[in-house]
C-alpha cells in the first residue's frame, strides 16, 4: 500500500469514527460559514436590487466599488477586522478577537460584495423590463424590490451559493481574527493547512472530503427549497 492509499484509508477510518474534535471542526466551519452567508445575503440582496431601481448621485461609484472588492485579499480582510477588533482599535471593547464572531464578520466582509455584485446584474435586466408596469401600478419602491426578489429567485440562489463557497473555503481572513485556537476557532481549511505544513496528511484529506461533501450537500438543499418555492 503506497503513501497516498494509506492516507486516503486513513481518512475514511477517522470519518467513520466520528472523532469528537474532528465532529467540533467540521460544525464550527458550518456554523461560521453559514452564518456569514446568510447576514451577506440578508445585507447584499436588497442593495443590489436597490441599486437596480435607484437612480441617485453616486450610485455607479457604490456599484464599481462592489465588484472592485470581489478581489479584495482575504489576508487584507481579515487585517482591517483584526484592526477594529483589537484592544486598541475602535470595537475592542466587545471583545471578539479570536473569537468565532470575529470570524464570521470577516467572511461577511469578503461576502458581501459578492452577493451585491450577483444580484444587482440580474435584478437591472428585470428592472429595464418590468420598470413601466410597476410605475403604471403604482408600486413603492419596496414593493418594487418585492416585485424583482420575487421574479429573481434564482439570482438569490446563485449568489448564496457563491457566497457560501467563499466563506466555507476561506483561510487566511479566519486565520488572522480567530487565531486558529484548538477547540475553539479552528475550522476545516485552517486544521487542513496546519496539518498538510506537519504532514498529518489523513486528518488533512479526511477534513477535505467533508468540505466538498458539505458543500454539495448545501447546494443541494438551496436548490431543492428555491424549487419548492417556485412550485406554490
Given at each position: 500500500m503506497n503513501d497516498f492509499t494509506h492516507s486516503v484509508a486513513a481518512a475514511l477510518a477517522l470519518i467513520g469514527s466520528l472523532d469528537a474534535e474532528l465532529l467540533g471542526i467540521v460544525w464550527l466551519s458550518l456554523r461560521v460559514s453559514l452564518s456569514a452567508s446568510l447576514i451577506a445575503l440578508a445585507i447584499g440582496a436588497p442593495l443590489g436590487v436597490w441599486l437596480a431601481i435607484s437612480r441617485f448621485r453616486g450610485r455607479q461609484a457604490i456599484i464599481v466599488l462592489a465588484n472592485a472588492l470581489l478581489g479584495l485579499p482575504p489576508v487584507v480582510a481579515g487585517?482591517?477586522?483584526?484592526?477594529?477588533?483589537?484592544?486598541?482599535?475602535?470595537?475592542?471593547?466587545?471583545?471578539?478577537?479570536?473569537?468565532?464572531?470575529?470570524?464570521?464578520?470577516?467572511?461577511?466582509?469578503?461576502?458581501?460584495?459578492?452577493?451585491?455584485?450577483?444580484?444587482?446584474r440580474p435584478a437591472s435586466l428585470l428592472w429595464t423590463e418590468y420598470a413601466d408596469l410597476a410605475r403604471t401600478d403604482g408600486l413603492s419602491s419596496l414593493r418594487s424590490m418585492a416585485l424583482l426578489f420575487a421574479l429573481g429567485r434564482a439570482s438569490l440562489l446563485t449568489a448564496f451559493l457563491a457566497a457560501f463557497g467563499r466563506a466555507i473555503a476561506e483561510v487566511g481572513a479566519i486565520i488572522v481574527v480567530g487565531g486558529n485556537i484548538r477547540g475553539y476557532t479552528r475550522t476545516m481549511?485552517?486544521?487542513?493547512?496546519?496539518?498538510?505544513?506537519?504532514?498529518?496528511?489523513?486528518?488533512?484529506?479526511?477534513?477535505?472530503?467533508?468540505?466538498?461533501?458539505?458543500?454539495?450537500?448545501?447546494?443541494?438543499?438551496?436548490?431543492?427549497?428555491v424549487g419548492r418555492v417556485g412550485e406554490k
Open positions: 487585517l482591517v477586522i483584526y484592526l477594529l477588533l483589537s484592544r486598541s482599535g475602535p470595537l475592542g471593547f466587545a471583545g471578539l478577537l479570536f473569537t468565532p464572531s470575529a470570524m464570521i464578520i470577516a467572511q461577511t466582509l469578503l461576502t458581501t460584495p459578492i452577493v451585491i455584485s450577483l444580484v444587482h481549511t485552517t486544521t487542513i493547512a496546519l496539518e498538510t505544513s506537519k504532514g498529518e496528511l489523513s486528518l488533512a484529506l479526511g477534513l477535505g472530503l467533508i468540505l466538498v461533501l458539505l458543500s454539495v450537500t448545501v447546494s443541494m438543499v438551496a436548490f431543492l427549497l
